[in-house]
T-cell receptor, first 112, second 112 residues
């Protein structure tokens, strides 16, 4: 499968900004996604970006895509304790079938 | 809203047992997926289905089979459960023209 890589842990203080980074290898990605997983739950889609876009903003979330470096980031402004979760980066490749490739997840810990 | 349900949240089985994990969706999506999630490894695709009775192997199909007799239901079968199949299993769907997958809450399977 394709390689999607993320760092495993990130710790921030409440009120600070969090930046979660992701790199991927396949330049034929069509969409890139950020999912959030709270303890004991499935994955919840936060946002996604089409591969011909550079940036997408949605309230406290900002996604930046650098296609040249194959780098995706998720910035969470004014991070709250409720943002503590595992964040997964994913890419989809539209070849014969829609295939998705996920990173290993970044565990975000928000300290009060 | 898309609803994806999985038959059990927690399951405990013995080595050698045949195990069925069920996933049901209510949005008429064509594509359904089974992943397993292990710490530090992210989500790995076991099987997916793009239509009734159609299935494709994912990255780690060994020890698993699937069944899709109806569009809304996708079953994952462990023919003879082994301890290394202890994991969190996540079902997802994709369809309706949208680019994002929708996930069920997951089944945490323990094989003793």
């Amino acid at each position: 499968g394709e390689d999607v890589e993320q760092s495993l842990f990130l710790s921030v203080r409440e009120g600070d900004s969090s930046v979660i980074n992701c790199t991927y290898t396949d330049s034929s990605s069509t969409y890139l996604y950020w999912y959030k997983q709270e303890p004991g739950a499935g994955l919840q889609l936060l946002t996604y970006i089409f591969s011909n876009m550079d940036m997408k903003q949605d309230q406290r979330l900002t996604v930046l895509l650098n296609k040249k470096d194959k780098h995706l980031s998720l910035r969470i402004a004014d991070t709250q304790t409720g943002d503590s979760a595992i964040y997964f980066c994913a890419e989809s490749i539209a070849d014969n079938f829609n295939k998705f490739y996920f990173g290993s997840g970044t565990k975000l810990n928000v300290k009060p | 809203d898309v609803k994806v349900t999985q038959s059990s949240r927690y399951l405990v089985k013995r080595t050698g047992e045949k195990v069925f994990l069920e996933c049901v969706q209510d949005m008429d999506h064509e594509n359904m997926f089974w992943y397993r999630q292990d710490p530090g490894l992210g989500l790995r695709l076991i099987y997916f289905s793009y239509d009734v009775k159609m299935k494709e192997k994912g990255d780690i199909p060994e020890g698993y089979s699937v069944s899709r007799e109806k569009k809304e239901r996708f079953s994952l079968i462990l023919e003879s459960a082994s301890t290394n199949q202890t994991s969190m299993y996540l079902c997802a769907t994709l369809g309706g023209g949208g680019p994002e997958q929708f996930f069920g809450p997951g089944t945490r399977l323990t094989v003793l």
